[in-house]
């Protein structure tokens, strides 16, 4: 398994621009000379954004990347599915992780945001989520939704200097995202702040903690309402696996194990929050696929 | 129970000044006459800092907060014990919540960050942390430390309008602090993604998942070191509960619950990962207190 540096390269801040791959490579800011991703099951350092597929999209200090695997490199279309494996399983095991990838953009990206010739370095980004879809060309892709890290989020400490690899790791603050609006603190309350799957409540000196869940997320690309039929009442546990595809709500209420389809029991439900159907749906739709063993 | 707004009052953006406590009071940004916090059991939506209390610390974008009680109004200085209880609980709640809570600072306070007269509107902060201290005058307090939400979390969807109240319930996006750094990788592994307190190992399709919990805090104040003896490999849920100091680590080694100090189990270990025992007990010290049940 190669050492792999996250965070940002000795001598090549924000900005820095190579004329092609090959120089790319020799910084050591983007190793591989052709893949778009540089990773594996262990995580992911770093991306390359070019126009090479069909389906990216870029915001600037927003990304949504397509994975790798599947295209025809000639005329860029997806002519079969991509796997969780590789660069792909890499990104997904890097937002677990809250590890940084660094952000390159290439000439034939969304000229908005990218260098008319050669590569730029743009920054460290984190993965905030990761998805299946089924892409313009009727194949399904892996997606990923990257943000760009706040300068306003320094390390804590100084970024301590690997002198024998030449690079300064900047350990960034990581965030999980756990958002709260009104109506979220509504479903908290009608569940008594217990967890819909378990029932457990967490219980703290200054009073109950639970998480609100959305089920379709809010942001793009999903654009989920912040409705409380779009929201479940989680405990941290079970949001994340929820969040990673780890577990689901069939269409009979069951809550079930991803992995082997195994019920851990039905949806607990509250008078008064109501959910709707049709989100848990785009869940599943979007993280439980037949390749989930891939 | 009072009915609270979170978030923006309609028609006094960040920035707005008011010449007195009365005039603040009416435009409901903060509502008491006298009190530095508006909250109670359900969350605190606002709070004063105009420097009266001498434990407070501004540093512009993030605020370490006293609790209120327990000093002489006129001297300013500590006299009794603070307790979770009223404004204090209102606090601890919100940060449980993750609702914003509005920050007023007044003639009076740091001068390097207050009016000179009156009182000024300066936006909305999350409660990131709470815990108890010696205070400067030798009795506990409670100290909160907020940070200023960043205009670069807007919203999710345009705010919704109470036409009831005249109130624009700004829904801020809320995070939790989960960091990422080598050292916290690396003690990860070490565990093999397991929680420190229950053994379990969260398993989704990307791989395992774990959080790494600093037991003293990086950052103001603590300024805890980001090294492998500060670090507790932690589940979401028991990574919550620590940070809220509803568990502790006790001198013996065995977990325990804060509201009875039951034995919950041993500390699991990794060979590897040796602990610095000064980190918990300052957990405990800044957690653990007579006061638990106050």
New interface residues.
């Given amino acids: 398994m190669p050492k792999r540096t996250?965070g940002e390269i000795l001598g090549f801040p924000q900005g820095s621009t190579f004329a092609n791959r090959s120089e790319l490579a020799t910084s050591q800011v983007h190793r591989p000379n052709q893949g778009g991703i540089c990773g594996g099951?262990d995580g992911a350092e770093s991306i390359v954004v070019s126009g090479g597929y069909v389906d990216d999209e870029d915001y600037g200090?927003e990304i949504v990347y397509t994975g790798q695997g599947g295209n025809d490199p000639s005329t860029k279309r997806q002519i079969a599915d991509q796997k969780?494996i590789l660069g792909n399983?890499g990104l997904?095991?890097s937002?677990?992780?809250?590890?940084p990838v660094r952000v390159i953009r290439g000439a034939g990206g969304d000229p908005k945001y990218s260098p008319t010739t050669g590569l730029r370095y743009d920054g460290l980004f984190r993965v905030v989520d990761?998805w299946t879809a089924t892409g313009i060309d009727g194949f399904k892709i892996r997606r990923y939704r990257l943000v760009a890290l706040?300068s306003?989020d320094p390390?804590?400490?100084p970024p301590?200097t690997d002198t024998d690899t030449g690079a300064v790791?900047v350990?960034?603050?990581?965030?999980?995202?756990?958002?709260?609006?009104?109506v979220a603190?509504a479903v908290?309350r009608l569940h008594d702040y217990t967890c819909q799957v378990c029932g457990?409540q967490?219980?703290?000196?200054?009073?109950?903690?639970v998480e609100a869940a959305h089920i379709q997320p809010?942001?793009k690309p999903h654009n989920g309402?912040?409705i409380a039929g779009n929201i479940l009442c989680l405990?941290?546990?079970h949001?994340?696996?929820f969040d990673?595809?780890?577990i689901y709500v069939a269409a009979s209420g069951q809550v079930r194990d991803?992995?082997n389809d195994a019920v851990m029991g039905d949806l607990r439900t509250a008078n008064g929050h109501s959910l709707d159907w049709a989100y848990l749906e785009y869940h599943r739709e979007h993280?439980i696929s037949d390749e989930?063993t891939g």
Same sequence: chains 1, 2.
Avoid at 202 to 209: D, I, N, Q, R, V
């Fill in positions: 996250y099951a200090d969780l399983l997904a095991r937002q677990l992780d809250g590890n990761h706040e306003a390390p804590p400490d301590p790791r350990e960034a603050t990581i965030q999980r995202l756990v958002r709260s609006t009104a603190l908290k457990i967490l219980s703290t000196p200054a009073g109950p903690y809010l942001g309402p912040d405990c941290p546990n949001h994340v696996l990673a595809g780890a991803a992995a993280h989930k």
